[in-house]
């Protein structure tokens, strides 16, 4: 069955540092893979999504994730946070009907 | 373009009561879907609706819970009898096409449940 991993809990950078958000799945084939960003009390939106080509995924709002095989993993990333970054982050995957989330990786920004 | 819409947004009730979710989707999109997210967790798919028939509900309590998509538009989402463990937020979400995992799906802001 797939799964989704997400190593890191909580993840505090200063405003303009970089960030990177980790991500390991399990699937048998290639997966469709995501990234999400939920602010308190929204919805989650989407960031980004990888089914196949490029490895290296550009989202919304600066945010980039790249895709790697070898590794099962999918990280996002972005070269200088901002404080409006800070929420939490789903990462995604999915394959035919079902989607499966990973638990979460809660960011905040330091001023 | 209006987003999903759900209501209430905030529910607190006793075990063993029951309740509902309302949601209506974005205007046009044929799939619907219901997440429950449980403090500290990513969500978990309820039930999967296309138009108005079910495509997944592998992971629905059917004790308990049960949804419906009326002319393949609003849904409701019911729990009859609620328990502790129910307290979560549970979000809807839709796509425009027959869904699939290659669909965006658009999320709706939730309800919050809290069972007492």
């Known amino acids: 069955a797939q799964s989704v991993t997400q190593p890191d809990i909580h993840i505090t950078v200063s405003e303009g540092a970089s960030l990177e958000l980790r991500c390991n799945y399990s699937y048998g084939a290639t997966p469709y893979l995501f990234w999400y960003v939920q602010s308190p009390g929204q919805g989650l939106q989407l960031l980004l999504k990888y089914f196949s080509g490029d490895t290296l995924v550009q989202g919304i709002k600066g945010f980039e994730a790249e895709f790697k095989r070898s590794q099962s993993s999918f990280n996002l990333r972005k070269p200088s946070v901002h404080w409006s970054d800070a929420a939490e982050y789903f990462c995604?995957?999915?394959?035919?009907?079902?989607?499966?989330f990973g638990a979460g990786t809660r960011l905040t920004v330091k001023p | 373009e209006a987003g999903v819409a759900q209501s209430p947004r905030y529910k607190i009730i006793e075990k063993r009561q029951s309740v509902a979710f309302w949601c209506n989707p974005i205007s046009g999109h044929a799939t619907l879907y219901w997440y429950q997210q449980i403090l500290g967790q990513g969500p978990k798919l309820l039930i999967q609706?296309?138009?108005?028939?079910?495509?997944?509900d592998s992971q629905l309590p059917k004790d308990r819970f049960s949804a419906e998509r009326l002319k393949g538009v609003d849904s409701t989402l019911k729990i009859q009898p609620a328990k502790l463990e129910d307290s979560a937020v549970y979000l809807c979400a839709s796509s425009p096409a027959e869904g699939g995992a290659r669909d965006t799906q658009y999320f709706g802001p939730g309800t919050r449940l809290t069972v007492l």
């Open positions: 609706f296309q138009n108005n028939g079910v495509v997944d």
């Open positions: 995604a995957v999915g394959s035919l009907n079902d989607m499966r």
